[in-house]
């Protein structure tokens, strides 16, 4: 059954742009040194289509990479990583392919990482996937690995989970619950291994709130919200204690209608694209490369594996 959201019954479709910030600290013996990364964001949403780009500020330390952007059509998504071609690392190298690119089953962003999808997909694209969710266990956003679009998306950790929903069904709040385990990955896989007493069983592993509202269109869509991780530690020759591990704020600027957008990430020079939708599946496993301009469609990838006489098998779900 179709519930509305203050929308005279049609789905929101909205444009909101603003900046988003990473802080966390680093410690050592004798001092803490504060550390933040600073993005723009746009996000476009129309129902169930969506569109995350996040731009890296130039003075910023983290400035190899241009921008990430994901999209999502209801059913596929689109991933795009485009690295700054004036960085001096890569600037001067000739004919290099400084884009890379990924497509994939599924509706949701991969996971936590520094490109800030997650978070931002929580709090402006998340509405159906929790009006509908079954259970209570939802990923938690923690750095767990890099997310390299040239392979598969990397494990998550779900969590259980509670979280409240506005009136117009955007998330007002959100804390997950640490089971006393924590997600090891390396080369043979990942896994689970519990934390030593006192955190073994369990303690809080994250929060996100909504810290202020904007009105757009009949919708009370966030204004801003902020994601706090924590973690245990072991400081030495203290007493072991949970903290803080980063921050995640972010705050809308802009609030626009939407004009003519695709949900489609551009490619705006040569990229090279894994396309996880399919597999091979003799001689090689993994899944097919390609550089272009555009996005190959589902005949063109099998008419390519047809061509490199390779068998492959089509996958049916995703994570």
């Not at 600290?25 to 169930?48: D, L, P, W, Y």
């Not at 929790?130 to 779900?158: E, Y």
């Not at 990942?190 to 369990?202: A, I, K, M, T």
Request: net charge neutral.
């Amino acid at each position: 059954m179709h519930i509305s959201n203050q929308t005279n019954g049609r789905d929101p479709e909205f444009q909101v742009e603003g900046k988003i910030v990473y802080s966390t600290e680093m410690r050592n013996r004798t001092e803490t040194e504060q550390i933040s990364h600073s993005r723009r964001f746009v996000v476009a949403r129309k129902g169930q289509q969506w569109k995350i780009r996040t731009t890296n500020l130039k003075e910023d330390r983290f400035s190899s990479i241009d921008y990430d952007e994901i999209g999502c059509d209801g059913t596929t998504i689109h991933e795009v990583q485009c690295f700054d071609g004036t960085n001096p690392s890569i600037a001067d190298v000739k004919d290099i392919i400084s884009a890379q690119g990924r497509v994939r089953l599924g509706t949701t962003p991969a996971g936590f990482d520094i490109d800030f999808f997650l978070p931002l997909w929580i709090g402006y694209c998340s509405s159906k996937f929790f009006r509908s969710r079954q259970g209570d266990r939802i990923t938690a956003p923690l750095f767990i690995m890099p997310n390299s679009l040239r392979t598969d998306v990397p494990p998550t950790l779900p969590l259980p989970a509670k979280w409240k929903l506005n009136e117009s069904h955007f998330i007002s709040e959100i804390a997950w619950q640490s089971e006393g385990e924590s997600l090891e990955v390396d080369n043979h896989g990942s896994r689970l291994e519990r934390y030593p007493p006192p955190f073994d069983v369990g303690f809080l592993q994250a929060i996100f709130e909504t810290t202020s509202w904007i009105s757009f269109s009949k919708i009370n869509m966030p204004s801003s919200f902020i994601l706090k991780v924590f973690g245990p530690t072991w400081p030495q020759g203290q007493e072991p204690k949970c903290v803080q591990l980063y921050t995640i704020e972010a705050r809308v600027e802009a609030v626009r209608a939407l004009h003519n957008v695709s949900f489609r990430p551009e490619l705006p020079k040569k990229t090279i694209i894994t396309d996880t939708r399919y597999r091979s599946i003799n001689g090689c496993s993994g899944h097919l490369n390609y550089a272009g301009l555009t996005w190959m469609i589902e005949e063109e990838i099998e008419a390519k594996y047809k061509s490199l006489g390779m068998e492959y098998e089509k996958q049916i779900s995703q994570a």
